[in-house]
């Protein structure tokens, strides 16, 4: 039962599903990514969007991200699927180093606690238009502690809370639907354009909504966290399921829903207009319905939050401690008031992402299938790997380098648009060519920690926690088998393993 427990409460946060435990099913596991389609960020996202470009150039732009975003996120999957590993460990092993892909860890750190100050604004919303008198403070900070105890148990409780809550959200959203279509309205969706019309001084619109759209693209290794989970037999299906029928679900339901909705109610936060149509069951379906997403948002947090401090400062007390950590910046977050700025906050939080995306990429493609410098697999152990390979670094440093100028204005509001697609770029030119300067020498180190061969689980010297074979090595500084994590934690080694003399004088004679 203890066991059982820490499973549920850890879901192998800083070390690789095993096979063992890789038996979740495609539905199971969509599931849970539907909870993340179906956030009201996505109805009030398409509001926002169809009255700032017009209908046609939504649905041109959405069509587009479906494309690129799905197929990242195809990528990403089938690598988690395959290898067990999620967003982070796959960041190690594809040219950041063990302590390089901490940089990483914090951009999708930021971005998960950006996402739940968002979602969770829209709860707040709610509450306070039912209610005017509320108090922001007291809203905003319920808002945020009531998924501690949610998030607390890891993905099955996730998965079961998912499930419980699709028939509620099903039939509030039939409800809206028919109230909607029953609302008369000024405008024809499909031919609904501004009266503004985008700025042309920053781009095309539709290059402007793409640049908007790929602020999302964290679903990719969100994808990934959760793919990880998928068993290697139905990668494929799994990945496909997960990666682009998700994105396109994702780009085409909610988003293109959420935009006729606004331009119905003329409103673009269903914070608003739900419990102006409903009262208190309005109320309660947004709450319901963030409830979904905001589970998804704390669970990825709490996993990047886990593996930064972890490898940064040796603390390792456990995953859920780490929701707590996320949740408390995003409550934070929520009164800054990002919500109210959102379109310039998804494109600017873009470029970060799509620099580590690309990068990942870029070496998952080329690197390693085309040029051969990375290593197949994707090695994540702390004995195996250099601190920082200049290659993800290299890249995602200079990709930022040429792109956060843009992003910040310096280059009118046409380098704005085009910060993400530079950023993009940049990084995926730059890892191939960095990794031919270097010739592919630091992905990898010597080392005197020996492999592990063993058939059952091993049992760590350190926390007397037993895992498999392939999560251990035979440490020179604790004379035992020690699993990845309690490697990783260790402060008091100075990775002797990786130093041939030192490493000698302490094994016994």
Excluded at 103 to 123: D, H, K, P, Q, R
Excluded at 442 to 454: K, L, N, P, Q, R
Aim: hydrophobic share 50%; net charge positive; glycine share 10%.
């Amino acid at each position: 039962m203890t066991e059982a427990w820490a499973e549920n409460r850890e879901d192998y946060a800083l070390r690789p599903v095993p096979p063992s435990y890789q038996k979740w099913s495609v539905p199971s596991l969509f599931g849970v990514m539907f909870g993340i389609t179906t956030a009201m960020f996505f109805f009030s996202w398409g509001g926002t969007l169809v009255r700032a470009y017009g209908t046609a150039n939504l649905v041109l732009g959405l069509v587009l991200a479906t494309v690129v975003v799905g197929a990242l996120a195809y990528l990403w999957t089938s690598a988690a699927s395959r290898t067990g590993l999620g967003s982070d460990l796959l960041t190690r092993g594809a040219g950041f180093g063990f302590l390089g892909s901490t940089v990483t860890s914090l951009i999708f750190a930021v971005n998960s606690v950006l996402f739940f100050a968002f979602e969770g604004s829209i709860m707040a919303n709610a509450v306070m238009a039912q209610w005017p008198s509320a108090p922001p403070w007291a809203v905003y900070a319920g808002a945020g502690a009531v998924f501690i105890p949610l998030t607390w148990y890891g993905l099955r409780l996730v998965n079961i809370l998912m499930w419980v809550t699709l028939p509620v959200f099903a039939v509030f959203m039939a409800l809206t639907v028919w109230h909607a279509a029953h609302t008369p309205a000024d405008v024809g969706f499909w031919s609904y354009r501004p009266a503004g019309g985008a700025d042309p001084a920053a781009g095309p619109p539709v290059l402007q909504l793409l640049a908007a759209a790929f602020g999302v693209a964290g679903t990719i290794p969100v994808a990934a966290d959760f793919g990880r989970f998928i068993p290697a037999k139905r990668r494929r299906v799994g990945s496909f399921v997960v990666g682009p029928v998700f994105a396109a679900v994702t780009f085409l339901g909610p988003t293109l829903l959420g935009a006729w909705l606004s331009l119905r109610f003329g409103e673009t936060d269903p914070g608003k207009y739900l419990p102006g149509v409903f009262g208190v069951w309005g109320v309660l379906f947004v709450v319901t319905t963030q409830l979904r997403i905001n589970l998804s948002n704390a669970y990825s947090g709490s996993l990047q939050f886990a593996g930064f401090f972890c490898r940064v400062f040796g603390v390792t007390p456990g995953r859920h401690w780490f929701v707590v950590l996320t949740v408390v910046l995003g409550a934070a977050a929520m009164f800054g008031d990002l919500y109210s700025r959102l379109n310039a906050v998804l494109t600017f939080g873009g470029v970060f992402m799509l620099a580590w995306i690309a990068c990942v990429v870029a070496d998952m493609t080329i690197n390693k299938r085309l040029l051969r410098l990375s290593p197949p697999q994707f090695e994540y152990r702390r004995s195996r790997q250099p601190a920082f390979n200049p290659v993800g670094l290299g890249a995602i440093a200079g990709a930022l380098i040429v792109s956060a100028p843009p992003a910040f204005g310096l280059f009118g509001p046409l380098g704005m648009t085009l910060a993400p697609f530079i950023a993009a770029a940049a990084a995926f030119v730059l890892v191939p060519a960095i990794a031919l300067a270097t010739k592919g020498r630091y992905y990898s180190v010597a080392s005197t920690a020996g492999e592990i061969a063993a058939e059952d689980l091993v049992e760590c010297v350190v926390c007397s926690e037993r895992h498999a074979s392939a999560d251990f090595v035979s440490c020179p500084f604790h004379r035992g088998s020690v699993c990845s994590v309690c490697c990783a934690a260790e402060r008091a080694c100075h990775s002797v393993c990786k130093t041939a003399s030192v490493a000698l004088e302490r094994t016994p004679a």
